[in-house]
């Protein structure tokens, strides 16, 4: 199976959860992942990561991102929005602080993906740090730019997620 056939298991399952059809995307993983070249055990885990992010386990989906080794840009960019989503659903802002630099970093040295993928990455740090500096101060001006960057970047990765996460600090508010 070639690298595109990859990136599409990896697209159908993202696809089906931004759909909310978490139950589909689990049956998918299961049942079609033993068609996935050697490189599948690390590709099922990080579907399965999303699944239990999907269902807000984030601790389990910490635990399977543990046992996922970055071979490859596409699984360092899935592995870092993950690790920064889940740590920043727990509440650590310094590991998902920590994770932005490093994320930002990997970035530098990523040459194997499109440049919209790069932008996307980048778009999703500068409002996940942004996020961060809102949850340490409540400044309505930081959830102002926060909305703001989301609507006005064309590439985003992350963007339902982000904004499920503003539409929950605008209820609390």
């Not at 298991?9 to 299961?30: G, H, K, P, Q, T």
């Not at 910490?62 to 659903?89: G, P, V």
């Not at 919209?116 to 999703?124: A, R």
Request: charged letters at 25%; hydrophobic letters at 45%; glycine letters at 2%.
């Amino acid at each position: 199976m070639s690298i595109m056939r990859i990136i599409i298991f990896r697209d159908y399952v993202i696809i089906a959860l931004s759909l909310d059809e978490v139950e589909w995307a689990s049956d998918f993983v299961e049942r079609y992942s033993h068609l996935l070249p050697e490189s599948r055990k690390i590709m099922k885990l990080l579907c399965a990561r999303r699944l239990l992010n999907s269902k807000r386990e984030f601790i389990l989906a910490l635990i399977h991102l543990a046992e996922t080794k970055r071979i490859d840009s596409m699984n360092a960019i899935d592995y870092y929005s993950m690790f920064i989503k889940c740590h920043f659903e727990l509440g650590n802002s310094d590991e998902c602080s920590m994770a932005l630099r490093r994320f930002s970093e990997s970035l530098k040295h990523i040459k194997q993906i499109p440049d919209n993928y790069i932008v996307g990455s980048q778009n999703f740090i500068r409002v996940m740090s942004k996020l961060l500096n809102y949850t340490a101060d409540r400044t309505a001006e930081h959830l102002l730019d926060i909305e703001l960057l989301i609507n006005n970047s064309a590439m985003l990765f992350e963007r339902k997620w982000l904004l499920s996460k503003i539409s929950e600090i605008n209820s609390t508010r």
